[in-house]
Nanobody, 125 residues
Framework: QVQLVESGGGLVQAGGSLRLSCAAS????????MGWFRQAPGKERESVAA????????YYAESVKGRFTISRDNAKNTVYLQMNSLKPEDTALYYC??????????????????WGQGTQVTVSS
């Protein structure tokens, strides 16, 4: 099992940037594909970005493509989500998650077994 703790959320104006971090502890971090998800009030959880175990393959939702970048540092047991050009519609609780399902990117939240507690991102207009 791996334990995950997110940080870096906050309040930012539209057009601004935030960098989320997710620190992992426990079992070997590099054996997990990682993902970032978000959930806004009244909406379903959605996949934002995902990264393979090695970091060589990434996936982005269309709504964030070109604005968000996911990366990982296996030596530091950390995955990041750099968010630029933020929009009010990006406001949500952001979660990182770990999946042992595949070495490649994992898009479906059902294949993620470990979740952090979430960090709030609020983008004001």
């Amino acid at each position: 099992q791996v334990q995950l703790v997110e940080s870096g959320g906050g309040l930012v104006q539209a057009g601004g940037s935030l960098r989320l971090s997710c620190a992992a502890s426990g079992r070997a971090f590099s054996s997990y594909a990682m993902g970032w998800f978000r959930q806004a009030p009244g909406k379903e959880r959605e996949s934002v970005a995902a990264i393979s175990r090695s970091g060589g393959t990434t996936y982005y939702a269309e709504s964030v493509k070109g604005r968000f970048t996911i990366s990982r540092d296996n030596a530091k047991n950390t995955v990041y989500l750099q968010m630029n050009s933020l929009k009010p519609e990006d406001t949500a609780l952001y979660y990182c998650a770990a999946s042992a399902y595949s070495r490649d990117v994992v898009r479906d939240y059902r294949y993620y077994s470990n979740w952090g507690q979430g960090t709030q991102v609020t983008v004001s207009s």
